[in-house]
């Protein structure tokens, strides 16, 4: 079994960057894609950002796109979203997730493995 573990989340003001993190042992071996998905309060969860495991190809929702950086690395067993430009739009509980079957699709439901979730404020 793979246990994602993020870290990183906290406030910032809108125009500010953070960058999360996630660890997860051995992820390389089973899976095909690691991804972020968010959730606001009162709204759906949705998918973020996804990375081939084994490759360099990333994905990104339409409204990340040129914001967000998705990255990971190997050695160190984790993956990375660097978060640039947030607005208050933006804030959620963030999510890591290992898995998925096609990564660009970007579909949670393929996604096996979940962390407990960093929170990501951000005030205007």
């Known amino acids: 079994q793979i246990h994602p573990v993020e870290s990183g989340g906290g406030s910032v003001q809108a125009g500010g960057s953070l960058t999360l993190s996630c660890t997860a042992s051995?992820?390389?071996?089973?899976?095909?894609?690691m991804a972020w998905f968010r959730q606001a309060p009162g709204k759906e969860r949705e998918a973020v950002a996804s990375?081939?495991?084994?490759?360099?190809?990333?994905f990104y929702a339409d409204s990340v796109k040129g914001r967000f950086t998705i990255s990971q690395n190997v050695a160190n067993e984790s993956v990375y979203l660097r978060m640039n430009n947030l607005q208050t739009e933006d804030t959620a509980m963030y999510y890591c997730a290992a898995g998925g079957l096609i990564c660009s699709d970007l579909d949670a439901k393929f996604y096996s493995y979940w962390g407990q979730g960093t929170q990501v404020t951000v005030s205007s």
């Open positions: 990375i081939v495991t084994r490759g360099l190809d990333t």
């Open positions: 051995k992820y390389t071996y089973t899976t095909n894609c």
